[in-house]
């Protein structure tokens, strides 16, 4: 009978002092580590064409049947509200560490920091429309376009920008663990609360101890379960919200 392997997390007592202090040759000694010790999961042979099919059948029929009359709409209220586009592409670190451009609905004014500073809470830089957007995770949906283009798939670590990449990759071990699969739309960090703003090191690590679990124990189940944890947790925020106006 196999036995059942126990996910352990290595992260905290871990120091990289041996390794080489060049990026390229950090990334491969990690990479090197990582493989022999931890991804010793294999999904069965099924998996990835189930989620490649998953991902094509999902994105095509949202883009189709929602974002065909919601696109037209979310354009108007941007460009009504502020100057810029209305889709905001940034460089983001995907599968393998490939760079791809990650698509979502322009939310801030257009700005010099977009692309090495990330959002706060009450941060200045966006729009009323955007406040909104950001709450839904509506912004977001234009992400449908990567997973079919397969630079990204529906679950799976969130993607960063290449800025952070670079500088988390510099100070916490086993950060690059994460490019071992496609990044997705949502995963088992956002279902578990860490959205958003990344508030110290203490909680990026455990979005990655999240991210290292998800690829240890990825399956159509998990998928699944990932996606229908997803869908409540937005419409409850939404309907929060909502509920709060209401009374106000």
Not at 40 to 66: E, G, N, Q, W
Not at 105 to 117: C, E, G, I, L, P
């Amino acid at each position: 009978m196999k036995q059942e392997t126990t996910l352990e997390y290595p992260i905290e007592e871990t120091t990289i002092s041996s390794v080489p202090q060049s990026n390229i040759a950090h990334i491969r000694f990690m990479f090197q580590e990582i493989n022999a010790l931890y991804l010793d999961h294999k999904p069965a042979r099924y998996y990835y064409t189930v989620k490649r099919i998953m991902d094509i059948s999902i994105s095509l029929i949202f883009i189709l049947l929602v974002m065909s009359w919601l696109t037209p709409i979310l354009a108007l209220l941007i460009k009504l509200t502020s100057k810029g586009p209305v889709f905001f592409i940034q460089k983001r670190t995907g599968h393998f560490g490939a760079e791809f451009n990650c698509y979502k609905f322009r939310t801030m004014y257009v700005n010099d920091d977009a692309d090495v500073k990330q959002v706060s809470i009450n941060d200045n830089r966006i729009t009323k429309v955007g406040k909104f957007l950001r709450i839904t995770h509506i912004d977001e949906t234009a992400q449908f376009f990567n997973v079919l283009f397969g630079d990204m798939s529906i679950v799976g670590p969130r993607p960063h920008m290449l800025y952070h990449t670079q500088h988390y990759s510099e100070c916490i071990p086993y950060y690059n663990l994460r490019h071992e699969v496609k990044p997705g739309m949502t995963g088992m960090a956002q279902i578990k609360d860490y959205i958003g703003e990344i508030n110290g090191e203490r909680e990026l690590r455990k979005r990655i101890q999240w991210d290292i679990y998800y690829m240890k124990n990825r399956s159509t189940l998990l998928d699944i379960q990932i996606l229908w944890t997803t869908f409540t947790k937005v419409f409850q925020k939404a309907f929060g919200m909502f509920s709060d106006k209401k009374e106000k």
